[in-house]
């Protein structure tokens, strides 16, 4: 291997993927494949959750701040169901992660501390776990009073 995978990252990818294309599996970098190819996995949770913290988040906010409801938060809410739904379609095996409560903890705690420091309500005025279903969540005509 001439590419370093720690030293040039992009280099090492695309010299990996001409040994794949000549056939020259005896000179891949195989650990390193691995972890990137798992890596991609753990890059669309990433973005599933994070979705996912920036739509509860906003339905926190809707229920909270009643008196700065606007079109942009509404518009945030169903665009945010709308890319969760679509990283699901695209990728299914993510659905898992919504019956997940370790995973749905998780966007619930980012949610809580990013409508904490959007609105200024301190956190402990959040509940301690998420008060509605993925479904509710992702309910396009669902908003909380």
């Not at 809580?112 to 309910?139: H, N, R, Y």
Request: negative net charge; hydrophobic residues 40%.
């Amino acid at each position: 291997m001439s590419v370093a995978y720690k030293q040039d990252i992009v280099a090492w990818a695309n010299e990996q993927a001409a040994y794949i294309r000549a056939g020259r599996f005896d000179m891949l970098d195989l650990e390193n494949i691995a972890e990137e190819i798992e890596d991609v996995g753990k890059s669309e949770q990433r973005e599933l959750e994070s979705r996912m913290a920036v739509l509860i988040a906003h339905l926190l906010k809707w229920q909270y701040q009643p008196t700065h409801r606007g079109v942009s938060w509404e518009r945030t809410i169903k665009d945010q169901r709308k890319m969760v739904q679509k990283r699901v379609k695209q990728t299914p095996s993510l659905k898992a992660s919504l019956l997940d409560t370790e995973w749905i903890d998780d966007a619930w705690t980012d949610a809580t501390i990013q409508a904490s420091k959007e609105t200024g309500i301190e956190l402990i005025k959040f509940p301690e776990v998420c008060p509605w279903t993925m479904e509710q969540v992702l309910d396009d005509e669902f908003f909380p009073d």
